[in-house]
């Protein structure tokens, strides 16, 4: 069967809003007939299928489909932050509880932009190493700056 892209999308918004992981969200798809009506779904995609559609996934587009929802806004207020990760299994405590030396450091940061009123992300950038912030702080703004007109306070 083939999915479209506004069914992956879908389905991917609804993970993340219930806070499943793959194999949860088609779970929950099989109990919700009425969302797999108004989807068109005749079937629920394998797992895999939406992770493979996500590694896919043109993050170009993604960020014209933002930039289309947000324009409809009359009023934006802007925020970015940005978070690193781990994608160890390990948690630092029991490294160091082992006496394990790990010499391979897995890490990913995050930036994002959102809208606070709307609590929409606006732009978003990955990065595999650490960094400073200020590094992505002018890529997230370009990527807003088509929504607002900056005020500074």
């Not at 009023?75 to 509880?97: G, N, Q, W």
């Not at 990913?108 to 912030?133: E, F, H």
Request: glycine share 2%; with cysteine; charged share 25%.
């Amino acid at each position: 069967m083939v999915y479209t892209q506004h069914q992956h999308i879908v389905i991917l918004i609804m993970k993340t809003y219930f806070r499943l992981d793959y194999r949860g969200i088609c779970n929950l798809l099989l109990e919700m007939s009425n969302i797999r009506s108004a989807l068109g779904l005749k079937q629920i995609p394998h797992f895999t299928t939406i992770q493979k559609f996500l590694k896919r996934f043109n993050t170009m587009l993604f960020d014209k489909l933002i930039s289309q929802v947000v324009t409809s806004f009359e009023d934006v207020t802007i925020a970015i932050d940005a978070t690193e990760f781990t994608s160890s299994y390990s948690s630092e405590y029991y490294v160091k509880r082992i006496n394990m030396d790990s010499k391979s450091k897995h890490f990913l940061k995050s930036t994002i932009a959102i809208d606070v009123k709307n609590q929409l992300i606006l732009a978003m950038r990955l990065r595999k190493s650490p960094s400073n912030d200020n590094k992505d702080f002018k890529p997230i703004l370009k990527k807003t700056d088509k929504f607002v007109i900056l005020k500074w306070f």
